[in-house]
C-alpha cells in the first residue's frame, strides 16, 4: 500500500490463477530476513490441499509460483495459523478434526497432534 496516495484506488501489484477455491490464507514472514524475501503465501483449500506461494514470484509476474503443495488432509482445510516464535512452523485445520503441523523447511513431512478428535474444530490459535 502507498499511504502517500490520496485516490482511493489501489493498483494491482500481481494476481495468481488457481484452480481450487481457498477457505484460508495466511502470509507468513518466513525468510523474510534474506534480501529481497516477501515471506509465504499459504492457502488452504476446499478439496484439503495446502500450497505455499512465493509472494515475490507472483509480484514480478512470474511462472511457478508454487513452492510446496500438498493434499494430506481429507476435507476442506478451514484454517491456518503460524507459529508467531518459530516463523517456519504452520498449522493447518480441516474437516473432521484433521490437524497437521508443517514445517516450512521440510514441507513434505507433516506432523499430527495426536488422533482425531471427535469435537468439532471451529478455530484454534497456533501459539
Same mark, same amino acid.
Given at each position: 500500500?502507498? #499511504? !502517500? ?16 477455491? #481457498?477457505?484460508?490464507?495466511? *502470509? ?26 512465493? +509472494?515475490?514470484?507472483?509480484? !514480478?509476474?512470474?511462472?511457478? !509460483? ?9 476435507? +476442506?482445510?478451514? !484454517?491456518?495459523?503460524?507459529?508467531? #516464535? ?15 503441523? *508443517? ?6 513431512? +507433516? ?17
Amino acid at each position: 500500500m502507498n #499511504f !502517500a496516495d490520496t485516490s482511493m484506488d489501489m493498483k494491482l501489484r500481481g494476481s495468481l490463477s488457481t484452480s481450487n477455491r #481457498f477457505h484460508s490464507l495466511i *502470509w507468513v514472514a518466513f525468510e523474510m530476513d534474506i534480501e529481497g524475501s516477501s515471506g509465504r503465501l499459504i492457502g488452504g483449500s476446499e478439496n484439503g490441499t495446502v500450497t505455499v506461494f512465493s +509472494p515475490d514470484t507472483i509480484l !514480478a509476474a512470474g511462472e511457478d !509460483a508454487i513452492i510446496g503443495q500438498s493434499n494430506k488432509h481429507t476435507g +476442506p482445510v478451514r !484454517a491456518l495459523d503460524y507459529n508467531r #516464535f518459530q516463523n517456519n512452523l504452520i498449522a493447518s485445520g480441516a474437516n473432521d478434526s484433521e490437524i497437521y503441523i *508443517w514445517d516450512l523447511n521440510n514441507f513434505s513431512n +507433516p506432523m499430527t497432534p495426536g488422533a482425531k478428535s471427535q469435537v468439532g474444530m471451529h478455530y484454534f490459535n497456533f501459539f
